[in-house]
């Protein structure tokens, strides 16, 4: 178990983080959701040992971590750029953190070698640990990354945005990959993204950040349906505001023969399995987006229609931030 | 339908650069007029000498006694400058500190000094009479007009070329690589040994080349320091300079050729050692 107890950071007049409490039950995996500068991946930096907070402390299993340094922690980071030894063939990157051990610690040569290919299995890399990062794919050199953290047996795997830097369709299936492989292996994870689809689709609990604070920490399904602020409302899922102050999801709206709302429709076009339909409020010419079932008829440009909202939200000022 | 066009066979790789002919173009001719035409002449000259007049003055027991004695030197002073200079790009990068910029031009000024000032203040110190030669004296060490002062004197104009070629890739290397390693649970012994160096030797080797190569021609701050006794602390180019003042153009000519062979020779090797690195790591 992981708690983060009152951490606060500062980069010279900076605050990065303002006491931040979090608590992490082994076997979970968590997304620390937020734009850039919410300072989710000093969080995460703070966590592993790699960067030291000014308040506050963190616990491993009931032991205070705060003064350990990154290497004694034994914490698997993989890194945005996966930061993988190019020099070193893919089996000694993986090798690596068994064989930099002392040497009473430091299993046999044969072991080691044994346990890097075991690993490049897990990661589907078998019979590519003679190759060097520089040869490999985006995608593969993503899972050494991964194989190198996990060598040393980690009781916390830490990733930054893991999949920033690949493409669409190989993000997708290393994501479920990659939950798959934190279930089989009974990992308990925290990774850093600013995609709230990703974030929703992968972990158990998402953690959302916003200014160096946690505006919420919630399943899934609480932070998309139950949005504790105006933020977490807007950043995961999209939400029109409406110039009264209510919050509204584009597929909570529909369009009524009378309503005191009227919609002028810019445009209309599929996305996914329904109509979106884009306008202005009549009055006031705010934007509005709106979801309509694709069994359905959408209006015609440059129609003016009702709209009514079908679950709406408000925020109190504090929520409002 | 398939396509009419055939590609005209060429032997360059096909680019969307353009100006590919004329840049190779004016590369070879600007090469040609400053490097290969020259080179050529020495080719040209030794050739009308004859092979026996060439071996004789070319493989002469004192020429090797110089040649032996340039790339030595030139060698040892490379090696020195490899470490050390290491040591100063290290500083020069990974620290903040007042006076940086200072340091920091201070280390090119051997590419600025006229290299016999450069060597006139060398034997100042190192003369037994010198500032630092007079406390080595006692103890039996003797630097200058002997070998080692040659090899100081090498070392001071071999010094940049490490420090500019290793500076930039240190400076490049990120932050995550050693960041990864320490929560791989390495030391900063081990860091630096398995994953900094490794990175960094590229540009080192780069580095010790371009100072070899340098050393194997100097001349200006070489002579004050060295004494110039024939067989002794005579460098090869000195030989050259005192077979010119002979006018014996043609034994001149034979020991040039000689060297640039010989320079060629370790420069191409250490070329293709680094290219063939470089495939490797697949970059």
Redesign the interface.
Known sequence: MIRVENITKRFGNYPALHGIDLEIQAGEFIALLGPSGSGKTTLLRII?G?EFQDEGHVHFNGEDVSDI????RN???V???Y??????TVADNIA??LT??KARNRPPKAEIKARAQELLRVVQLEGLGD?????LSGGQRQRVALA??L??EPSLLLLDEPFGALDAKVRKDLRRWLRDLHKQMGLTSIFVTHDQEEALELADRVVVMDHGRIDQIGTPEQVYMEPATAFVSHFVGETNRLPDGRHIRPHDIEIVAEGRDRVMVDNVFRKGGSWRVEGRLHETGTIVEIDIDSHDTPPAVGETVAIAAKRARIFSAAEQR | MPSMTTRKTTWRAPSVLPGFGLTFGFSLAWLSLIVLIPLSMLFIKSAGMGWQAFVDVGFSERALTAYRLSFGTALAAAFVNAVFGLLVAWVLVRYAFPGKRVISALVDLPFALPTAVAGIALTALYAPSGWVGQYLDPLGIKVAFTPIGITVALVFIGLPFVVRSVEPVLADLGKDVEEAAATLGAGRAQTFARVIFPAILPALFTGFALAFARGVGEYGSVIFISGNMPGKTEIAPLLIVTQLEQYNYDGATAIAMVMMLVSFAVLFTLNAVQSIRRRRLGA
Do not use: T
Request: aromatic residues 16%.
């Open positions: 592993a790699l340094p990154v290497g004694k914490v698997g980071f890194f945005q750029q930061a993988l030894f190019r020099h070193m690596f953190g930099v051990r190759r060097y990062p520089g040869q190198r953290a060598a040393i």
